[in-house]
């Protein structure tokens, strides 16, 4: 430590090379309650001296021409920004009021009490070896001045100088302790608000990431897959004429049917409201519902009860998925779709008996343009604690499976709920 860590008072001078920085610990009630008690004793002292001295007639012209300009002199490290922005300046101001002290001291011993505040500018200001050499120095000009007063130098005229010295010391390690203690508590506030912010900053990057998959997902189970069903459909409509007006028309009312539907989920999607599938009707109307438009057998198992919103759209949008997958890439000719309420939790089952494929590549593939379905069904079931399995193989059909725990989450079932392997 080059310096005792005195924090810079209000009104008292900072040597630093550069301009004052802000010190969040000098700023603590305690510490500027210490500054201002340290510079209010030099100037209650000084004026206790002067009119002592002038009352009792000791205090001659020189005494108080010398006091004035000590007072002028200590008043300049407070109202000049050059000597506490510049080390320089600062050290000559502390040079020329010692000098003005000492003079002042040597005329009139009285003023050696002043030496007592002066230690602590002292030991601010310079560096450990400079300031304890200073203080001993200006105990030495107490000393020498009490020698010429009245009965000599006395063992009580040396030791009060000496005491006052290392109280002064002990007073002054102290206080930076103080000091230093309070800016490093500053310093841990400063870090855990910081962290706090960083936190808080990657919250709301994982809250974005988690919002715009969110998004990507209800985009493809709903607006993709519709408008992917239109472009069918109208494909189909295009063959069907002009020798099948009647089958074109039903693909042309197919089409806008599909449209109507997709436009509702999009502004549900908009609205974050339940998918419009759901809206009126129980969780195996709408998969029933669902899978008779795409010509597949429903099979409900079990005792329906209550799920979570959550949960219903989950298992809405996947079983779209599956169904348009078969559908579309599959060439099915039976598809089954089942839903089973077990004691502690619902199951769904969607198989197909169309050309397969190979569940492992595709999963290698989830990074690229086909493969976002499979990859956000898992994702979306994951995220609610569920399990999805794909059991396919080229040429063999494929069963897309979940299950989805929910004991403890949701009211027991009304009834006895179907066998376990109803699957």
Wanted: proline letters at 6%.
């Amino acid at each position: 430590m080059n310096r005792l860590d005195l924090p810079p008072a209000p009104g008292s001078p900072d040597p630093g090379a550069g301009p004052e920085p802000e010190d969040h610990g000098a700023a603590t009630p305690a510490l500027r309650w210490l500054n201002l008690a340290l510079h209010g004793l030099f100037f209650t002292l000084l004026a206790v001296l002067v009119l002592r001295g002038l009352v009792g007639g000791q205090l001659g012209g020189a005494g108080l021409a010398l006091s004035l300009l000590l007072g002028a002199g200590y008043v300049l490290g407070a109202v000049v920004p050059r000597i506490r922005s510049d080390r320089g300046w600062a050290l000559g101001w502390l040079g020329a009021v010692i000098a003005l002290w000492a003079a002042l001291v040597l005329l009139h011993p009285e003023f050696g009490y002043l030496a007592f505040p002066l230690y602590f500018v002292c030991l601010h200001l310079l560096t450990t070896r400079w300031a304890v050499a200073a203080v001993v120095g200006l105990t030495a000009v107490v000393v020498l001045a009490q020698a010429g007063t009245e009965g000599g130098l006395t063992t009580a005229k040396v030791l009060g100088p000496v005491a006052g010295l290392l109280v002064a010391l002990l007073t002054a390690y102290g206080y930076a302790a103080l000091y230093r203690e309070g800016r490093e508590r500053q310093q841990l506030i400063d870090d855990l608000v910081r962290t706090r912010g960083e936190l808080a900053a990657t919250q709301r990057e994982a809250g974005r990431l988690a919002e715009r998959q969110r998004l990507a997902a209800e985009i493809h189970d709903t607006l993709a897959q519709g408008l992917s069903s239109i472009v069918l459909l109208t494909r189909s409509a295009e063959s069907a004429l002009p020798a099948d007006p009647a089958t074109a028309a039903e693909r042309i009312a197919e089409v806008g049917r599909t449209a109507a539907e997709n436009l509702a989920e999009a502004r549900s999607f908009v609205h974050a409201l339940t998918p419009p599938a759901l809206q009126g009707r129980t969780l195996s109307e709408a998969l029933g519902r669902l899978a008779g438009r795409s010509g597949a057998a429903f099979h409900p198992d079990g005792d329906p009860y209550p799920l979570p919103v959550e949960v219903e759209v989950a298992l809405l949008r996947l079983t779209q998925e599956a169904l348009a997958n078969a559908v579309r890439h599959a060439a099915a000719q039976r598809i089954a779709v089942t839903l089973s309420y077990l004691d502690n939790e619902v199951t769904l089952d969607v198989f197909d008996d169309g050309v397969g494929f190979d569940p492992h590549a595709t999963a290698r593939a989830a990074d690229g343009p086909g493969g976002f379905g499979l990859h956000g069904m898992r994702e979306r079931i994951a995220a609610l604690g569920g399990r999805l399995t794909v059991e396919s193989a080229p040429g063999e059909g494929t069963v897309v499976a979940v299950s989805l725990p929910l004991q403890g989450a949701l009211p027991a079932p009304t009834g006895a709920a179907g066998p376990a392997g109803a699957r």
